[in-house]
């Protein structure tokens, strides 16, 4: 299995907190995700980091932020958690070298967050 | 709004079987696809990708076609076994993506004996 770790594996927490979800990698790609996966959607992209300090949003990035100071670790944060951000969170490392090289992703084993 | 269908009823198989699931896309113009496995409580684990310049892909005892005029990718799980019931996604990204994956919500297969 690929060296990836997301902690907490599970949390519950009170709507309007901040909540901090780590994923950390032991692999030293550049490629970092995170993804949530709901019933009837699948999994859809919140942000991705490409280095770095590098980042950017993907498709449901709103009431989330996420910040990449060391190659392994890539911090996904609810600034005020709400009921709609329960979900299964997962991350996913890739060895893509560049945004034109499409290779596998692997995923952690998920943090499934429930705002009550 | 691109959209990716996978078969959201879950397909019965008899064991020793081969298994065809289909996933489905539109407005959308994928240089990449892949198929991943999802097991209950875990996450997904890749096991095939493919090129819009490839027509199939073979690994095993599974294989993939990507038809690009008819935006539609079949997977196949040939002399299956109860072990390979699980949800199979599919997933698509552009060229210059960025692995940037988006995911069909996955079809269940439960193998019987």
């Known amino acids: 299995d690929a060296g990836i770790t997301q902690s907490p594996r599970h949390k519950v927490t009170e709507t309007g907190t901040p909540v901090t979800l780590r994923c950390h990698q032991t692999?030293?790609?550049?490629?970092m995700y995170w993804y949530r996966q709901d019933p009837g959607h699948g999994l859809r992209l919140i942000h991705y980091?490409?280095?770095?300090?590098?980042?950017d949003k993907g498709e449901v990035s709103d009431g989330y932020s996420v910040s990449r100071s060391k190659t392994e670790d890539f911090l996904l944060t609810l600034e005020s958690a709400t009921s709609s951000q329960t979900s299964v969170y997962f991350c996913a490392i890739s060895a893509s070298e560049s945004f034109s090289m499409n290779t596998e992703a692997f995923f952690g084993q998920g943090t499934r967050l429930t705002v009550v | 709004s691109q959209k990716i269908e996978q078969n959201s009823e879950a397909l019965n198989i008899q064991e020793g079987k081969t298994a065809t699931l289909t996933c489905n896309y539109t407005?959308?113009?994928?240089?990449?696809l892949q198929w991943y496995r999802q097991d209950p409580g875990r996450g997904p684990v890749f096991l095939l990708l493919i090129r819009e310049n490839e027509k199939e892909k073979r690994k095993e005892r599974l294989k993939v076609t990507f038809d690009t005029t008819l935006k539609q990718s079949l997977f196949h799980i040939t002399a299956s076994q109860p072990a390979d019931s699980a949800t199979y996604l599919c997933?698509?990204?552009?060229?210059?993506?960025?692995?940037?994956?988006?995911f069909g919500t996955g079809t269940q297969l439960k193998v019987e004996l």
């Open positions: 407005n959308y113009s994928p240089a990449y």
């Open positions: 997933a698509l990204d552009r060229a210059g993506g960025g692995n940037k994956l988006t």
């Open positions: 980091s490409y280095g770095v300090k590098d980042t």
């Open positions: 692999e030293n790609h550049r490629y």
